[in-house]
C-alpha cells in the first residue's frame, strides 16, 4: 500500500444544480444545493475502506431493503449518482453471495412517477408467500418533501439479480398520510409481518408535535392499507422517529426469526432512529398482538437514553431475516466525521458497518452483535500474544500485521477490582464520562485496551479502552472509543463515543473486538454487548505507518491473556 493514493476517475463535468430546494427541515436531509450534484474530479484513496461496504464513489446514507432471496443477499441504500453530499436520492443496488463481496448493479428505484419524483427515501422488503419480494419505500411528491409510501416489485421475479423494479400506476401510492397525520414526517415503512388474522402489517415512522411514533398499517393483500387506531407505540419528547425496526427475537440461543413469528418465546424489539440527535435506541418488549400495541419491558429505559445497538457513528439500521442460515442480520450506515467540502474533494461520503448478527442477551435485558461469520474469510496473516503483563503506562506493539485493515480480538484479566476508581452517580452518560476520562487519564483498573491507527510515537491514536468504577453495590464498566487524539487534522468531529457495559465479574476478564480499516474502527465489548463505531481521520498512522498497541494506564496490572489479530484482505466491490 503506498501513502497516499489519489485514483483519477474521470473527467470531472463540474455541473452545479441550479434547483432550489426547500432546506429540509430534518437534519438528514439537509441539503447543500451548491454541492449535491459536483461529481468528483478525483477519488481520494486514503481513507477508504478496504472491506467495509461502500461504492467507488459518491454519497451513500441509509440501508434499504436487506433480504435474501433465491441465493443472493441484496443490499440497497440510498444514493447520490451525482456527488458525495446527500442529494438526487435514489436506490443504489449491490447483490451478494457472502455479505462481504458485493456486485452493484444499475439504481434499482430512482424518480420516475408523479409518486416519487422528488425522491425516492428508504423502505423495506418482505417476502410475501407467493408473490415474492414486495418493497415499500417513501416517495417524495413535491418540494415541500410530502411522503407517501410506493409498492415496488420485481419486473421479471426469475431474474435472480431482481434487476429491474416496477411501480404499478394502478395501486401507487398504497398509502398518504391522511387526517391527522403530519404528511412531512412520515417515512421508511419496515419490513410487513403476517398476524395470526392473516392480515399483513407494517410500521411508518413519524412524530406528532414533539410526540415519536410509529404508525402501524393492515392489509389484506399488500395492496391496499389501512391505518390502526392507535401508533403501535409512540413516545413523548422523542421527536421524528426515522427507520423504525419492529421484530422478534428468541429468548433463547443466538437462533434469528421470521418476523411474523410471535408467540411466549419471543420478545419483541422496536427500534428507532432519533432524527433529534442522529442516535438510535431501542427496547425490548412485549407485542400484545390481540391489540397490536407493544410494550417494552420496564428493564429497558424508552427513550434518549435508551439502550443503543452502537454507542458511536451508526444510524438509520435495518435488520432482516435470513432465512438461509437461520439468523437476523443488522446494517447500519456511518457517515462522515469531517466536513462536507472534505467530502466534495474526497469524492465520497459514507459507509456501511459490517452486517451483524443480533440476538437477545441471555439476561433478557438487552440484545448482543457479532460481525457475521463470513467477514472471517477476509482475515490473512495471523499474529498473537499470550500473558502479556502490562503495567501502568505501558504500551506493546502487535506487530507483524497491516494494522491499518485488520481484525483483532483479545481478552484482559486482572486480579483484582480493589483499586477500581469510585463511581460518581452523576456520571449516567457515557460519553461525557468518556470525555472527561480519556485514556490519558491514569485510573485504577483501566483505562486499559487497544490503541488502533496510532502513529509510531503516539502523535495519533486511537485508544478503544475499558475503565473500571466501583458503586456502592456493583462495578461499572465503561468502554470508550475516543477519537480525541485520532488525526492531527483540525476541524473533525472527533468524539468520546462511549457505553457502559453489563458484566458479570465472576471471572475478572473482559474482551475486545476491532475490526480497523483506514478510517474506520468499529469495536464489540464483551462479545458484543456494547459496541462502538468510530470514524477517524489520521495523517501520520495510514497505511503501513499505522501501528497496533494494547496499553494500560491504570495502577492495577493488566494481563494481555489472549489476542489474535489479522491482517485483513480487501473484499471485492464491483
Ligand atoms: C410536520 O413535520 C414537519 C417535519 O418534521 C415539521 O417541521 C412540522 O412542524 C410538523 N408539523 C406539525 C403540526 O407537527
Ligand atoms: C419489572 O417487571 C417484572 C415483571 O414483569 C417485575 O417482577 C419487576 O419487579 C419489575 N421491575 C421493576 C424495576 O419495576
Ligand atoms: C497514559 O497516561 C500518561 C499520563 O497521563 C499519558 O502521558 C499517556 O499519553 C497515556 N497513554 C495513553 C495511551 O493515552
Ligand atoms: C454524522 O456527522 C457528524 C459530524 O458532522 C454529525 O455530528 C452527526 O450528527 C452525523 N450523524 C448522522 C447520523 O447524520
Not at 438510535?280 to 429497558?300: A, C, F, R, V
Not at 463470513?374 to 497491516?402: C, D, F, P, W, Y
Not at 480525541?484 to 483540525?490: E, P, Q
Request: proline residues 5%; charged residues 20%; hydrophobic residues 35%.
Amino acid at each position: 500500500m503506498v501513502l497516499s493514493k489519489v485514483v483519477t476517475i474521470f473527467v470531472a463535468v463540474l455541473s452545479i444544480s441550479l434547483l432550489l430546494i426547500n432546506n429540509g427541515v430534518e437534519a438528514f436531509h439537509k441539503v447543500y444545493p451548491h454541492l449535491q450534484s459536483v461529481s468528483a474530479i478525483s477519488v481520494s484513496e486514503v481513507h477508504r475502506t478496504g472491506y467495509h461496504f461502500q461504492p467507488p464513489r459518491n454519497w451513500i446514507n441509509d440501508p434499504n431493503g436487506p433480504m435474501y432471496y433465491n441465493g443472493y443477499y441484496h443490499l440497497f441504500y440510498q444514493y447520490n449518482p451525482k456527488g458525495s453530499v446527500w442529494g438526487n436520492i435514489v436506490w443504489a443496488h449491490s447483490v451478494s453471495k457472502d455479505l462481504i463481496n458485493w456486485k452493484a448493479l444499475e439504481p434499482a428505484i430512482y424518480p420516475s412517477k408523479p409518486f416519487d419524483k422528488y425522491g425516492c427515501w428508504s423502505g423495506s422488503a418482505t417476502i410475501v408467500p407467493g408473490k415474492g419480494p414486495v418493497i415499500l419505500y417513501t416517495g417524495i411528491i413535491d418540494e415541500k418533501n410530502t411522503q407517501v409510501q410506493v409498492y415496488a416489485i420485481p419486473e421479471d421475479p426469475t431474474d435472480p439479480l431482481l434487476r429491474k423494479w416496477i411501480k404499478p400506476d394502478a395501486i401507487n401510492p398504497i398509502v398518504i398520510a391522511g387526517q391527522g397525520v403530519n404528511g412531512s414526517a412520515f417515512r421508511d415503512p419496515t419490513t410487513a409481518w403476517m398476524g395470526k388474522d392473516g392480515r399483513w402489517r407494517m410500521l411508518v415512522g413519524s412524530r406528532r408535535k414533539h410526540r415519536g411514533m410509529a404508525y402501524l398499517y393492515r392489509s389484506r393483500d399488500f395492496v391496499k392499507w389501512v391505518r390502526a387506531k392507535h401508533p403501535i407505540h409512540s413516545k413523548t419528547t422523542t421527536g421524528m422517529w426515522e427507520c423504525p425496526d419492529f421484530y422478534p427475537v428468541s429468548l433463547k440461543g443466538k437462533v434469528g426469526l421470521d418476523t411474523s413469528i410471535e408467540g411466549n418465546h419471543v420478545k419483541h424489539v422496536l427500534k428507532n432512529s432519533l432524527d433529534m440527535t442522529r442516535f438510535e435506541y431501542y427496547t425490548l418488549g412485549t407485542y400484545l398482538t390481540d391489540k397490536d400495541k407493544y410494550i417494552p419491558s420496564n428493564t429497558s429505559e424508552d427513550g434518549w437514553g435508551g439502550l443503543r445497538y452502537d454507542y458511536g457513528n451508526f444510524y438509520a439500521s435495518k435488520s432482516f431475516f435470513d432465512q438461509s442460515k437461520n439468523r437476523r442480520i443488522l446494517w447500519g450506515w456511518a457517515n462522515e466525521s469531517d466536513s462536507q467540502d472534505d467530502d466534495v474533494k474526497k469524492g465520497w461520503a459514507g459507509i456501511q458497518a459490517i452486517p451483524r448478527t443480533v440476538w437477545l442477551d441471555p439476561t433478557e435485558r438487552q440484545l448482543v452483535q457479532w460481525p457475521v461469520e463470513e467477514l472471517n474469510v477476509l482475515r490473512e496473516k495471523e499474529v498473537s500474544m499470550n500473558n502479556q503483563k502490562l503495567e501502568k503506562g505501558n504500551h506493546v506493539e502487535v506487530a507483524g500485521i497491516t494494522a491499518a485493515q485488520a481484525d483483532v480480538e483479545v481478552t484482559f484479566s486482572f486480579s483484582s477490582l480493589d483499586k477500581a476508581e469510585a463511581y460518581d452517580p452523576s456520571w449516567v452518560n457515557a460519553q461525557d464520562l468518556c470525555s472527561q476520562k480519556g485514556s490519558k487519564v491514569q485510573g485504577g483498573v483501566g483505562p486499559f485496551g487497544l490503541l488502533t491507527l496510532a502513529s509510531e510515537n503516539l502523535a495519533e491514536f486511537t485508544p478503544v479502552f475499558f475503565r473500571v468504577f466501583k458503586a456502592p453495590s456493583k462495578h461499572v464498566v465503561l468502554l470508550c472509543s475516543d477519537a480525541t487524539s485520532s488525526s492531527l487534522t483540525s476541524n473533525l468531529y472527533k468524539p468520546s463515543f462511549a457505553g457502559f457495559v453489563d458484566v458479570d465479574f465472576a471471572t475478572k476478564k473482559l474482551s475486545l473486538r476491532s475490526l480497523i480499516d483506514h478510517s474506520v474502527v468499529e469495536s464489540f465489548g464483551e462479545g458484543g454487548k456494547t459496541n462502538i463505531l468510530s470514524r477517524v481521520y489520521p495523517v501520520l498512522a495510514v497505511a503501513n505507518q499505522a501501528n497496533l498497541f494494547v496499553f494500560n494506564n491504570g495502577t492495577e496490572p493488566i494481563i494481555v491473556e489472549n489476542l489474535k489479530a489479522w491482517s485483513m484482505k480487501s473484499a471485492e466491490l464491483i
